[in-house]
């Protein structure tokens, strides 16, 4: 069992603190179904919630430090090397919608580089960390990417757009080059689950393009530290930034890459 340092027993401790409410909430969420309008106004306040107390938690232990927060967007620290990174609830649909696949997500960037990474899935109760030299670890356990090398042997995730929020034809060309050539596509609906996945082996890659810095932050520290590879789509290094991004196993990296890059953009 590895040892954790005092920065990631901080991150765990935030993360089960926020999960024990939303684990509350997402009991209640299935009441709701039933009800015309539904559970929407519920899981927003669920979901800011959990951010609540994260803030509170991680600024009670790291005072000068920043914050990028999904709901709460930026704010500035006394300490301008290290910010949070912080989605409260990755998986937010199929948390609406009573699926128990959702996670709570915190990185922690220093010096513009990704140091820490912890996403915790709380219906499973696993704790997924990772910390800059010292590896990918899940609920005690060191994790490595997978050493699949062959696409028709690959099980890749990726996300689907939805509500116009990225080109969908090029989405689908993408979809449709993997899908010739893999394994299969899941579309798990967590981006962060997607790369604790790809980190421990379960998927042999992960994609996606329109997606946010909080979605996918912890997860890049994740598959670094278990082995893998992590880069923008046309192998740049912005992910943040730029809202696209492929993270794999060293051996699929390069071929789910091209085969992303030979998808025709529909403006093409
Ligand atoms: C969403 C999930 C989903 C991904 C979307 C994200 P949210 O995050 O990570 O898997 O496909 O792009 O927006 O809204 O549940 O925090």
């Known amino acids: 069992m590895a040892n954790t340092s005092a920065l990631i027993n901080v991150m765990t401790a935030a993360a089960r603190k926020a999960a024990r409410h939303l684990v509350r909430d997402f009991g209640e969420v299935e009441n709701l179904q039933v009800s015309r309008k ?106 490595r990417v997978s050493a699949r090398r062959e696409l028709a042997d690959s099980l890749f995730a990726t996300g689907i757009p939805f509500k116009g929020s990225f080109k969908n034809e090029h989405f689908v060309r993408q979809l449709d080059a993997v899908m010739q050539e893999a394994a299969g596509v899941r579309r798990l609906g967590s981006a962060s689950l997607d790369m604790a996945y790809v980190a421990a082996g379960r998927f042999e890659g992960y994609w996606e393009t329109g997606i946010n810095a909080w979605d996918i932050a912890a997860g890049v520290v994740l598959v670094r530290e278990a082995g893998g590879f992590v880069t923008e789509i046309d192998g740049g290094r912005d992910f943040l930034t730029n809202q696209n991004v492929v993270a794999a196993n060293p051996f699929m990296h390069g071929p789910l890459g091209d085969l992303l890059r030979a998808a025709p953009n529909a403006a093409e």
């Open 38 to 143: 539904g559970p929407a106004d519920f899981v927003s306040t669920a979901d800011r919630k959990s951010e609540s107390i994260l803030h509170a938690e991680l600024k009670k232990a790291r005072p000068g430090y920043g914050f990028l927060m999904e709901e709460g967007g930026v704010i500035e620290g006394s300490d301008s090397s290290n910010t949070w990174i912080i989605d409260p609830l990755d998986g937010t649909t199929n948390f609406l919608h009573g699926i128990p696949f959702f996670a709570i997500s915190i990185a922690l960037e220093r010096d513009r580089d990704l140091f820490a990474g912890v996403v915790y899935e709380p219906i499973t109760d696993q704790m997924f960390w990772a910390e800059k030299g010292q590896g990918a670890h899940l609920n005690g356990r060191r994790l």
